[in-house]
């Protein structure tokens, strides 16, 4: 098959695809593939240049796939051998601003797969008794940040394992310079790469088709010179075609800017008709007696725009920020000129809603504005004479837009995208300290940015993010819990500071990090209290809930009568044997032989710091007063939610990377937490029933994460 199968198809007198346009030859590989026709490739590798059509004839080979669009079809007018079998439709992953694995995982939810693991899903598709059928188009879109290199990382850890997969048929569209890459992965004969491009498979009549038909006022155009006339129209929809060598996209705009702006025009002029998509920017500049230059840097923020598209509001700012003088006046006089390249983008409601649940607040109807096409972005930013520069320009201009520095007043677009500008203009790891921007910012914008800066280039707090980014994006939690998530990873980082931080930012954090520690083979925590003599062993506060005397705790000694008893509250562990610091569990006979089965580990409730002291003077509480205090607590394998007793209102969840081996909630309200990494204790600061407990201030930089990293013990 190849492209003088266009002649005998119109030949024989079948109509084009009403959508396509031409493309007999693919369509007929595609439909053959569709099949399973002997012969026929289990994987099509479809590229070509930006602008080619692949996005168009996959959008139309589509619909002859889907059962219910086939409907509203002519197929009994179109070649047999381009209509596939009426089957079920193919799932169609959409990777557009999806990472890969975002896009594993779809695949993972379409086929009802019950993988855990990212690296299950392949062999389970693998061991499918029926073949399943997979179209993942505008490979070139994929990620939510530009920069970051997604297609790459989709092709290598998302199609190449499923073009491997001998159970799946694959049509993928990516491309060029990865195409080779996904077919050399397979057999020989497994794969075909179709190259729009092409001699074999390119389409000069289907481009006329497509000139002569924007052109055409029975599809739309205006009534002009040179569209009401067929014997005008035709030779220019030829001459259109002829100088865009293949370039569909090449076509449009030079079709679209002779629209818009038809004085002047002489169809005969083919110096007027452009041969490339730069050319179409600067003859379009140039008819209007605009210099060239001007248009290019009224369009490079939409060249550089990331996401859905930039809002207008912010068009006028980075347009000034990266020509360097004030372009208002350009802008305001400059619709006309900029019409052709641009299209403005209606916000989706329902990412709007998204955006508030998350707590991220709504781009409240605004206009976002995109260009109409990747490539023109292409052709805009290769003719910069320095990309990092003019990133860096536009990256100063979004971060002067934030009010006051204030991440909750940020525009979204600012808060959600400033990374991926940072990241080209090569200064994302000096952006990466404000524990704002980290609650703020959607997790799974921020995260692949980050992910795409070297670990060796990254600060503390950046690599406290990475750590926790699977939670943030595995939860779509709203920013308050995001900014609590962080507050405990800072603190078991030992950069409580950045946890502090987070606590004078205006979130309603659910808790306060008390204290973190390192601790592997914890296999359960209890909290308790530990009565110690007055004097200097004594505990220097009371602890939450308990008056100076210690009254009101489980143990305490009576206000009058005998030496005075403070009662400290600690957190017990239960470690493997040997542990520094712990004493063995008594046997069952009340020896220290070791039959206990492990070890216990003291360490104080409310401040980081070990405690040396006899486990078995520990006082646990008692029923009675676990049953009166006013928080309760559930916990699954990873999560663990704190309710308020009254009312039965959940007042914190949390969400661990790791299975939790061990919880308990003190009366007073702290939470301690163990998991395979260590243990964490947090106060809940929900407001009780009764009065609230009293959380002492937390010490905080050096002092703090040297008391929690060694067993020395509290010897104060």
Same mark, same amino acid.
């Given at each position: 098959?190849?492209?003088?199968?266009?002649? $005998?198809?119109?030949?024989?007198?079948?109509?084009?695809?009403?959508?396509?346009?031409? #493309?007999?030859?693919?369509?007929?590989?595609?439909?053959?593939? @569709?099949?399973?026709?002997?012969?026929?490739?289990?994987? $099509?590798?479809?590229?070509?240049?930006?602008?080619?059509?692949?996005?168009?004839?996959? /959008?139309?080979?589509?619909?002859?796939?889907?059962?219910?669009?086939? +409907?509203?079809?002519?197929?009994?007018?179109?070649?047999?051998? &381009?209509?596939?079998?009426?089957?079920?439709?193919?799932?169609?992953?959409?990777?557009?601003?999806?990472?890969?694995?975002?896009?594993?995982?779809?695949?993972?939810?379409?086929?009802?797969?019950?993988?855990?693991?990212?690296?299950?899903?392949?062999?389970?598709?693998?061991?499918?008794?029926?073949?399943?059928?997979?179209?993942?188009? %505008?490979?070139?879109?994929?990620?939510?940040? #530009?920069?970051?290199?997604?297609?790459? @990382?989709?092709?290598?850890?998302?199609?190449?394992?499923?073009?491997?997969?001998?159970?799946?048929?694959?049509?993928?569209?990516?491309?060029?310079?990865?195409?080779?890459?996904?077919?050399?992965?397979?057999?020989?004969?497994? *794969?075909?790469?179709?190259?729009?491009?092409?001699?074999?498979?390119?389409?000069?009549?289907?481009?006329?088709?497509?000139?002569? /038909?924007?052109?055409?006022? =029975?599809?739309?155009?205006?009534?002009?010179?040179?569209?009401?006339?067929?014997?005008?129209?035709?030779?220019?929809?030829?001459?259109?075609?002829?100088?865009?060598?293949?370039?569909?996209?090449?076509?449009?705009?030079?079709?679209?800017?002779?629209?818009?702006?038809?004085?002047?025009?002489?169809?005969?002029?083919?110096?007027?008709?452009?041969?490339?998509?730069?050319?179409?920017?600067?003859?379009?500049?140039?008819?209007?007696?605009?210099?060239?230059? &001007?248009?290019?840097?009224?369009?490079?923020?939409?060249?550089?725009?990331?996401?859905?598209?930039?809002?207008?509001?912010?068009?006028?700012?980075?347009?000034?920020?990266?020509?360097?003088?004030?372009?208002?006046? %350009?802008?305001?006089?400059?619709?006309?000129?900029?019409?052709?390249?641009?299209?403005?983008?209606?916000?989706?409601?329902?990412?709007?809603?998204?955006?508030?649940?998350?707590?991220?607040?709504?781009?409240?109807?605004?206009?976002?504005?995109?260009?109409?096409?990747?490539?023109?972005?292409?052709?805009?930013?290769?003719?910069?004479?320095?990309?990092?520069?003019?990133?860096?320009?536009?990256?100063?201009?979004?971060?002067?837009?934030?009010?006051?520095?204030?991440?909750? +007043?940020?525009?979204?677009?600012?808060?959600?995208?400033?990374?991926?500008?940072?990241?080209?203009?090569?200064?994302?790891?000096?952006?990466? /300290?404000?524990?704002?921007?980290?609650?703020?910012?959607?997790?799974? &914008?921020?995260?692949?940015?980050?992910?795409?800066?070297?670990?060796?280039?990254?600060?503390?707090?950046?690599?406290?993010?990475?750590?926790?980014?699977?939670?943030?994006?595995?939860?779509?939690?709203?920013?308050?819990?995001?900014?609590?998530?962080?507050?405990?990873?800072?603190?078991?980082?030992?950069?409580?500071?950045? *946890?502090?931080?987070?606590?004078?930012?205006?979130? %309603?954090?659910?808790?306060?990090?008390?204290?973190?520690?390192?601790?592997?083979?914890?296999?359960?925590?209890?909290?308790?209290?530990?009565?110690?003599?007055?004097?200097?062993?004594?505990?220097?506060?009371?602890?939450?809930?308990?008056?100076?005397?210690?009254?009101?705790?489980?143990?305490?000694?009576?206000?009058?009568?005998?030496?005075?008893?403070?009662?400290?509250?600690?957190?017990?562990?239960?470690?493997?044997?040997?542990?520094?610091?712990?004493?063995?569990?008594? =046997?069952?006979?009340?020896?220290?032989?070791?039959?206990?089965?492990?070890?216990?580990?003291?360490?104080?409730?409310?401040?980081?710091?070990?405690?040396?002291?006899?486990?078995?003077?520990?006082?646990?509480?008692?029923?009675?007063?676990?049953?009166?205090?006013?928080? =309760?607590?559930?916990?699954?394998?990873?999560?663990?939610?704190?309710?308020? #007793?009254?009312?039965?209102?959940?007042?914190?969840?949390?969400?661990?990377?790791?299975?939790?081996?061990?919880?308990?909630?003190?009366?007073?309200?702290?939470?301690?937490?163990?998991?395979?990494?260590?243990? /964490?204790?947090?106060?809940?600061?929900?407001?009780?029933?009764?009065?609230?407990?009293?959380?002492?201030?937390?010490?905080?930089?050096?002092?703090?994460?040297?008391?929690?990293?060694?067993?020395?013990?509290?010897?104060?």
């Amino acid at each position: 098959m190849s492209a003088s199968d266009e002649g $005998i198809a119109a030949a024989a007198g079948y109509a084009p695809h009403p959508y396509v346009g031409g #493309r007999t030859a693919v369509l007929r590989a595609l439909a053959a593939w @569709r099949m399973r026709w002997p012969g026929a490739p289990r994987v $099509i590798v479809l590229t070509g240049n930006p602008g080619s059509g692949r996005s168009r004839l996959v /959008t139309g080979f589509l619909m002859m796939c889907d059962p219910g669009y086939r +409907k509203q079809l002519p197929l009994d007018d179109l070649d047999p051998a &381009t209509v596939p079998p009426d089957l079920p439709a193919p799932a169609v992953p959409n990777p557009s601003g999806r990472t890969a694995a975002q896009l594993l995982w779809v695949i993972a939810d379409h086929f009802g797969l019950t993988a855990d693991r990212a690296d299950d899903i392949f062999p389970e598709l693998a061991a499918r008794e029926e073949p399943v059928t997979i179209v993942v188009p %505008d490979v070139d879109r994929a990620g939510p940040v #530009r920069a970051a290199q997604e297609p790459a @990382r989709l092709v290598r850890d998302v199609l190449k394992p499923l073009a491997t997969t001998g159970t799946v048929q694959l049509l993928a569209d990516v491309p060029r310079e990865l195409a080779a890459e996904l077919a050399e992965s397979l057999p020989s004969g497994q *794969a075909q790469i179709i190259d729009l491009d092409a001699p074999e498979w390119a389409d000069p009549k289907g481009l006329v088709r497509h000139a002569e /038909t924007a052109l055409d006022p =029975g599809a739309g155009a205006p009534d002009l010179p040179f569209t009401t006339d067929p014997a005008v129209r035709l030779p220019l929809a030829k001459a259109l075609a002829g100088q865009a060598d293949g370039s569909r996209l090449t076509v449009q705009l030079a079709v679209q800017s002779l629209l818009l702006q038809p004085e002047g025009f002489d169809p005969a002029d083919e110096s007027l008709l452009p041969a490339t998509v730069g050319e179409a920017l600067d003859l379009h500049a140039r008819r209007l007696g605009v210099d060239p230059q &001007t248009l290019r840097l009224l369009l490079t923020p939409l060249a550089f725009a990331e996401g859905a598209g930039l809002p207008v509001q912010l068009w006028g700012p980075l347009a000034n920020a990266v020509a360097g003088w004030d372009m208002s006046q %350009d802008l305001a006089d400059g619709m006309l000129l900029a019409a052709p390249f641009i299209q403005p983008v209606e916000p989706d409601a329902e990412e709007d809603a998204d955006d508030e649940a998350a707590g991220n607040g709504a781009d409240d109807g605004r206009m976002l504005l995109r260009l109409q096409h990747p490539g023109i972005a292409e052709e805009i930013r290769s003719g910069l004479p320095d990309v990092r520069d003019a990133q860096t320009k536009i990256a100063m201009a979004l971060l002067e837009a934030v009010p006051q520095q204030n991440w909750a +007043k940020a525009d979204p677009y600012i808060r959600d995208h400033l990374a991926a500008h940072t990241l080209e203009a090569g200064l994302l790891p000096q952006l990466l /300290t404000d524990p704002g921007l980290f609650a703020h910012a959607d997790p799974v &914008t921020l995260r692949a940015a980050i992910e795409a800066v070297p670990l060796e280039q990254l600060g503390a707090p950046a690599r406290t993010y990475l750590r926790t980014a699977p939670l943030l994006t595995r939860s779509q939690a709203p920013a308050d819990v995001r900014a609590a998530f962080l507050e405990s990873a800072f603190v078991e980082d030992g950069l409580a500071p950045y *946890a502090e931080a987070l606590h004078t930012l205006g979130f %309603d954090l659910p808790w306060r990090t008390l204290w973190s520690v390192p601790l592997a083979g914890v296999r359960a925590v209890t909290t308790g209290s530990l009565p110690q003599e007055g004097g200097e062993g004594a505990a220097a506060e009371p602890g939450p809930g308990t008056d100076e005397a210690g009254s009101g705790g489980e143990g305490a000694a009576p206000a009058s009568g005998g030496p005075a008893t403070a009662l400290r509250p600690v957190a017990a562990f239960v470690v493997p044997e040997g542990t520094p610091g712990s004493r063995t569990l008594p =046997g069952p006979d009340g020896d220290a032989s070791g039959d206990g089965g492990g070890a216990l580990l003291l360490h104080d409730l409310l401040r980081p710091g070990y405690v040396d002291a006899d486990p078995a003077q520990v006082q646990l509480p008692s029923e009675e007063t676990r049953a009166s205090a006013p928080f =309760g607590f559930s916990r699954g394998a990873d999560y663990l939610r704190v309710w308020a #007793r009254a009312g039965q209102e959940v007042v914190a969840a949390l969400l661990s990377d790791t299975p939790l081996t061990g919880a308990d909630l003190s009366p007073d309200g702290v939470l301690v937490v163990a998991t395979e990494r260590g243990v /964490t204790a947090r106060q809940i600061l929900a407001a009780a029933p009764a009065a609230a407990p009293t959380v002492p201030a937390q010490r905080s930089g050096a002092a703090d994460s040297a008391a929690s990293d060694g067993l020395e013990g509290d010897h104060s």
